[in-house]
Nanobody
Framework: VQLQAYGGGLVQAGGSLRLSCAAS????????MGWFRQAPGKEREFVAA????????DYADSVKGRFTISRDNAKKTVHLQMNSLKPEDTAVYYC??????????????????WGQGTLVTVSS
């Protein structure tokens, strides 16, 4: 399984970025997908998740209303649209996959596969 995240970069506060993650080696449509981030000196934290159906999402309170997770099963890609970025959003962002077939919301601690990160830097 490979998860390749890209789209990070340097942006001013208030700006937008769109991260993408291309998946291979798994039946993409069967997996819930998520984004996590790790800021310098901090632990990795949950950002957003999307069930395999694409209709149920979960967001960290810190990004709710600003970030949107979406997926394209045909292209085996998950996206994270980030708007109204703040300096505290600066982090390495990781995508992850979980084989989640339960009707319950995805558990934030049950991701099976992880990609390499992409760096997002928000300047003030």
């Amino acid at each position: 399984v490979q998860l390749q995240a890209y789209g990070g970069g340097l942006v001013q506060a208030g700006g937008s970025l769109r991260l993408s993650c291309a998946a291979s080696g798994l039946r993409f449509s069967s997996y819930g997908m998520g984004w996590f981030r790790q800021a310098p000196g901090k632990e990795r934290e949950f950002v957003a998740a999307l069930k395999r159906s694409g209709d149920i999402t979960d967001y960290a309170d810190s990004v709710k209303g600003r970030f949107t997770i979406s997926r394209d099963n045909a292209k085996k890609t998950v996206h994270l649209q980030m708007n109204s970025l703040k300096p505290e959003d600066t982090a390495v962002y990781y995508c992850a996959a979980t084989y989640w077939i339960s009707s319950a919301p995805i558990s934030r601690s049950k991701f099976d596969y992880w990609g390499q990160g992409t760096l997002v830097t928000v300047s003030s």
